[in-house]
């Protein structure tokens, strides 16, 4: 794990501690950055390959990652559609790793071998690739041990249905014999799509009956399965920008944009009184949506859930990354 600048971790600690003596989240520690909407799937519960919203340029993304850089935010999202499909994605990756923050990568690529992931990968601090029936490439299953080599801290991201809950065993199951980890979500319902939320309670208890069944596997935080369950517990402690640059504020499922990280300052826009009125929309927010990003990010703003969250990582973190 490469460390980042002292003063970013000076920033995280001060916004820590404002968000406690504010009591809500105003300083965000993990940003979603949509990089493009092109994607080579159709899942059924997805609706991002309809969006038509033009993409920022190279420069013009520079800009956004070098705002998130100076900002609370240590942990930024590559995703998409696919990162994979821009035609700039090697030098983005260079030069997120001069940005203090570290980089999640995520991709549902079936071809994975076809890119240069081991030079991409240098880049890369955490690897997640997306493999379930919505993108239709379950079999790459059979390749975790492969794809291990590419990235230490590589994990399964797999999106659960109504339809194939039963089918979750077997997946955890597979990622424990193989030594990677998995991040299990619920499909949100979102605009222009059928519904296909599995019922929360059942989606718990499967849950941790799975994180009991095979230790330090499942990632997804207890507290978050918890909230998932009781409707409540959703955060701005995480955010999402949009393919133009735009920030999705108070959140994503509100389909409300606001400020333009091209031009915008992150930190001073979050300190305005439109932020402010935006966290109170999101605090009081009846929609219960369920949305991993915005229920799961609270698990990681105190001891113990952040004890929870890392309880897998421990081994990979006491040994230095060896």
Known sequence: MRFLPAWKYTRIARSLAANKMKGIDVYPFYASLKLTNKCRFRCK????????????????????????????????????GEPLLRPDIGELLEYVSRKAFYLLFTTSERKLEDYPMDEYCKHIDFLHISIDEG??????????????????????????????????????ERCFKAGVKIVVMPAVHLDKTKNYFPDTEKFMNTCLALKQKFPRTIISPDRYLKAL????GCSSSSIIVDVDGKLFYPCRKLDIKTADLTEVDLHSYLN??????????????????????????????????????????????FSFGR
């Open 45 to 80: 519960f997805c609706n991002v390959w309809r969006e038509t919203t033009p993409e920022l340029d190279t420069l013009e993304m520079k800009r956004v990652l070098d705002n998130l850089s100076e900002s609370s935010v240590i942990l930024v999202s590559f995703e998409g």
């Open 135 to 172: 993108h239709k490439n379950l079999y790459m299953f059979d390749n975790l041990e492969q794809y291990k080599e590419w990235n230490r801290n590589m994990c399964v991201q797999t999106v659960v249905t109504v339809d194939d809950l039963s089918e979750l065993e077997w997946k955890v």
């Open 229 to 232: 369950n009781n409707g409540v």
């Open 272 to 317: 305005s009184d439109d932020a402010a009125r935006y966290r109170k929309m999101m605090a009081e927010c009846d929609h219960h949506c369920g949305w991993y990003q915005y229920f799961a990010t609270p698990s990681f703003t105190g001891f113990s859930g952040i004890n929870d969250a890392l309880k897998p990582y421990w081994s990979y973190i």
